[in-house]
């Protein structure tokens, strides 16, 4: 096995690196993505490419002229906080390498050819996922997405203008998404479903319905000395008792993880008067995924009331299942020689795309199915052999 990563990673690799957290916290707009940015401008110029940005900050790499029923392909370059080293950007540096071996091959494509860049995939900073996808496609209203704000208070209209483009024009992008012929995304896989198969590529089968929802435990902000334990409204035990029950709502195919919590006003010697969490939860059908949320919310609002406190629940994003093109998905496959079909639970640009044009996924495999976080990992063997399957997907795309 070869040991070493692919040249474009190695060049990035310690661009954002998270020494608190550990991993890499690549953030959209914050300075490692920023210089991210310019890194991808490069290198796809040095491939040839005609580099331009959309009214939502999505950067497309143009191989020959930009024009309708295009092959695009792609992923994203941010991360969540202390993400790992390919979750995103081995999507972006195995299309750039595709299409250099193209170009070396001699390959004049009958169609155009885009590399595109997803910005805030993760929603790590806004808090929605796939926020360049969706606004472009029309999934999240341009107003909705101008008022999100970031943690320091920053809404996306103020960073979107201080980084270039115009708020009142973001949104929808009809003449962005017509260009589009078919998407094709690569990405490390994220379980360990390649690891079971004990091969090194799949094809994306279908995304889990998910979504985010913050949960806010209200109750009485008080003195931690003064304030008797049977004299106590404290919203920190609710979240503590609702997040208990948030776990056994979810049966076995279910995912429902809180990752991120905050207490108002968040002092050692101050029972809080108010403690979001925020819940991801996810299903296989969205129906299952809805229920589920259904019955957090019943468990968490009897969780708050043992404490006398309230919970309310709020939707901040929803993406329906996706079942990505079937006869896209078995030509990819069999071009391919045979490559599995795969389901994932992660959500990806792709996802929000399928809804509008033809859409495909390869995964390469994780030796250590673990992500969003810094033991995700892919040997470079098999990145080759994720680029080598991406330019023969291209091939005949072309
Ligand atoms: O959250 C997700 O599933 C994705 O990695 N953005
Ligand atoms: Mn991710
Ligand atoms: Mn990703």
Redesign the pocket.
């Known amino acids: 096995m070869a040991h070493g990563r692919l040249a474009g990673l190695d060049e990035i690799v310690d661009v954002g690196r998270d020494a608190s957290r550990g991993g890499y916290s690549r953030h959209v707009w914050a300075a490692p993505e920023l210089e991210l940015r310019e890194w991808f401008v490069a290198r796809a110029a040095a491939v040839g490419l005609d580099v331009e940005t959309d009214r939502n900050g999505n950067i497309w790499a143009w191989w020959g002229a930009p024009g309708r029923d295009a092959v695009v392909v792609g992923s994203h370059l941010d991360s969540?906080p202390g993400g790992g080293e390919f979750?995103g950007p081995l999507g972006v540096v195995s299309a750039l390498d595709a299409i250099a071996l193209l170009q070396a091959e001699g390959v004049r494509p009958t169609r155009p050819c885009a590399v595109v860049v997803f910005a805030e995939?993760?929603?790590s900073r806004f808090g929605v996922?796939?926020l360049g996808s969706r606004l472009l496609t029309g999934a999240i209203s341009a107003d909705r997405a101008r008022a999100l704000t970031d943690a320091d208070g920053v809404s996306f209209a103020e960073a979107a203008a201080a980084h270039g483009l115009d708020p009142r024009r973001v949104g929808r992008d009809d003449e962005a998404l017509a260009r589009i012929g078919v998407f094709i995304e690569l990405h490390v896989e994220?379980g360990r479903g390649l690891i079971d198969l004990g091969g090194p590529l799949a094809v994306a089968s279908s995304i889990l319905a998910?979504g985010r929802w913050r949960i806010d435990f209200t109750g009485e902000g008080n003195h931690a000395g003064a304030t008797r334990m049977g004299d106590r409204r404290d919203p920190m035990v609710a979240a503590a008792r609702g997040i208990l029950a948030i776990r056994d709502a979810a049966r076995a195919d279910d995912r429902a993880t809180v990752g991120r919590i905050e207490a108002v006003p968040g002092g050692t010697n101050v029972i809080p008067s108010r403690v979001s969490t925020w819940l991801?939860a996810r299903s296989d059908l969205d129906g299952d995924a809805r229920a589920l949320v259904a019955e957090i919310t019943a468990r968490a609002q009897e969780a708050a009331a043992a404490e006398g406190c309230e919970a309310r629940v709020i939707e901040e994003s929803w993406s329906g299942q996706v079942v990505f093109d079937p006869a896209l998905r078995d030509r990819l496959a069999a071009s391919l020689g045979g490559v599995p079909a795969l389901p994932t639970?992660?959500?990806?640009d792709a996802g929000v795309l399928a809804g509008h044009v033809p859409t495909a996924m390869l995964f390469v495999r994780n030796p250590t199915g673990v992500?969003?976080s810094p033991e995700e990992h892919a040997t470079l063997d098999d990145c080759v052999a994720g680029v080598v399957a991406l330019t023969e997907v291209l091939r005949g795309l072309l």
């Open positions: 969540v979750d995939e993760e929603g996922a796939c994220q998910h991801d639970g992660a959500g990806h992500s969003h």
